[in-house]
């Protein structure tokens, strides 16, 4: 059993990391409250939480490299919990980004590239796969208990308990940090490509900042930008600027002789898809957690610990499918488990749309959650054990920040695109609403428009009755009004589970390289030299 002691670090520390996300999920509402902001500001915070990840993820792959994987995984806990601290005593909003989606964020950077590293570099074939079918299941079990405890702790306490207790959870790991032996590092330290980092962090903030904002900039036409661009929405030229950017990232990388990303890695037909996959898996699971929590807080009115408990079948059900990865590998090779969990993410999401109406249909809303829970599962069951079985030794730390920058950007962009995307449809229905219905004036559809235009909100229908109330606009009118609002809300939540469709089925033609025997492939030949010590 002592063999596995160093997985029990690795597991917790993972499980660490998607505890305090899940928990945020559920605690929109609440957070809106107390800080006295919009949804659309929350929904900023977790996407800035993803996005600082995403960024600097390759960033710390390349520091474990040359520093050691075991020293970075250490550090990188330090500023987690850090973070945390912050986080829990956060008296601001401003606070609460820097500490949670800043700091945070930097932490995890750190640690996840290093935790996947160690976790390959510990265990090889069978093991290996075990290893990350537990690491995915803890990931899993992250976020079951994250909406759960988060939710009753948020309803009963306060959500800042959690981050109190992961600076205790972060004590726990480093004390148990010396159950990892020392892995092996490069005779020569490599140089961190600095300018590399630069183009690549700004490439990735100014197109996710873009999609982000594009509910309140408008696409084309300008809504409320700080700016327009020849009369146009600057959302499409700032998604331009960034793309330029990475396409300066590549062409700096590929004339250095150290570069922060080896792009010939992307050669490797089974790294290159199961990244894609990554990246996918996690645009659908973070999109539909922002937008799940909308429909069950916002519309139904449930608290925090009610909508835990509505998310538990999603959890319960992705903890089992992840962990069941080693005996799945028995029967079918990771292409056949990786269609078939996009199989059933596209059931459930078609199941979910149809559960979304004025009433909530408890069992069959359980039932769609379950099943989207088993699809994320089976895909976690592979795709870890697939990236990095797909390189040598050598390049795991390049690789680990590859692979949890493709999930942490598809957590971004789901969080961004889906919340945009949400947004977008709510005021279109909207509109579309009042337009048609007889008992609303053209000057209600006037000031309506303008408020429209200026950026709708995602509010509960009684806080838009509320505020007709203090308006001369009579009492039948205003009833109209608002039904046209509870309609649209759901029109915008089923437009954003139906992009989340969509992208699943997208994902299916790149399935195609992910490897079709029962071992998951083997490791690519490394270029590079190691030797041990740290």
């Not at 990786?338 to 199941?351: E, M, N, P, S």
């Amino acid at each position: 059993m002592n063999r596995w002691k160093p997985l029990y670090v690795l597991g917790l520390a993972q499980f660490l990391m998607v505890l305090d996300a899940s928990v945020m999920n559920v605690s929109i509402s609440q957070l809106v409250s107390d800080f006295d902001t919009e949804v659309t500001a929350i929904q900023a915070v977790i996407t800035l939480y993803t996005l600082v990840m995403a960024a600097f993820m390759i960033t710390g792959g390349k520091l474990g490299d040359m520093f050691g994987r075991r020293r970075v995984f250490g550090l990188g806990l330090v500023v987690y919990g850090v973070g945390s601290a912050l986080t829990a005593a956060a008296p601001t909003l401003w606070v609460l980004a820097l500490g949670w989606s800043i700091i945070e964020g930097f932490g995890a950077a750190l640690v996840l590239p290093a935790l996947a590293a160690l976790a390959a570099g510990t265990y090889r074939g069978r093991d290996r796969a075990i290893a990350y079918g537990v690491i995915g299941g803890l990931a899993g079990a992250g976020i079951a208990v994250g909406p759960l405890l988060g939710g009753w702790v948020t309803t009963y306490l306060t959500w800042r308990l959690v981050f109190a207790g992961e600076v205790v959870l972060v004590v726990v790991i480093l004390l148990l940090m010396r159950w990892i032996e020392p892995q092996p590092v490069p005779e020569h330290r490599p140089r961190l490509d600095l300018g590399g980092v630069v183009l690549s962090v700004a490439g990735l903030a100014l197109v996710v900042l873009a999609v982000l904002q594009s509910s309140s900039w408008g696409w084309l036409h300008p809504r409320n930008p700080p700016f327009t661009v020849f009369g146009y929405s600057p959302t499409v030229f700032v998604i331009a600027l960034g793309m330029t950017l990475l396409v300066l990232f590549h062409a700096w990388e590929v004339r250095r002789a150290e570069p922060l990303v080896r792009f010939s890695l992307f050669g490797i037909p089974s790294l290159r898809s199961g990244l894609f996959m990554l990246f996918s898996q996690n645009v659908i699971l973070l999109g539909l957690f922002f937008a799940i929590p909308l429909y069950l807080q916002v519309v139904h009115g449930l608290d925090a610990f009610q909508t835990g408990l509505r998310l538990l079948p999603v959890s319960v059900t992705m903890l089992v499918a992840a962990m069941s990865g080693p005996l799945l590998g028995r029967f079918a090779s990771p292409r056949t488990v990786v269609r078939a969990g996009l199989l059933v993410l596209l059931a459930a999401t078609l199941w979910l749309l149809g559960t979304i109406e004025p009433e909530l249909n408890g069992l069959s809303f359980a039932l769609s959650m379950a099943l989207l829970g088993l699809g994320m599962g089976l895909l976690a069951s592979q795709l870890g054990n697939v990236v990095q079985s797909s390189v040598g030794e050598a390049d795991r730390s390049e690789v680990g920040g590859l692979q949890y920058t493709a999930q942490n950007l598809g957590s971004s962009l789901g969080t961004a695109l889906i919340g945009a995307i949400l947004i977008g449809a709510l005021a279109s229905a909207f509109t579309a609403a009042l337009a048609k219905d007889p008992a609303v004036s053209e000057a209600v559809r006037q000031q309506a428009g303008i408020r429209i235009e200026s950026g709708l909100n995602f509010v509960p229908a009684d806080q838009v009755a509320a505020a007709l109330a203090q308006t001369p606009i009579p009492p039948e009118e205003a009833d109209a009004v608002v039904s046209a609002y509870r309609t649209a809300q759901l029109d915008g939540l089923k437009a954003g589970v139906l992009a989340a469709a969509g992208i699943t089925l997208a994902g299916f033609p790149f399935t195609r390289r992910l490897p079709a025997d029962r071992t998951g492939g083997g490791p690519a030949p490394s270029t590079r030299s190691s030797s041990p010590g740290e």
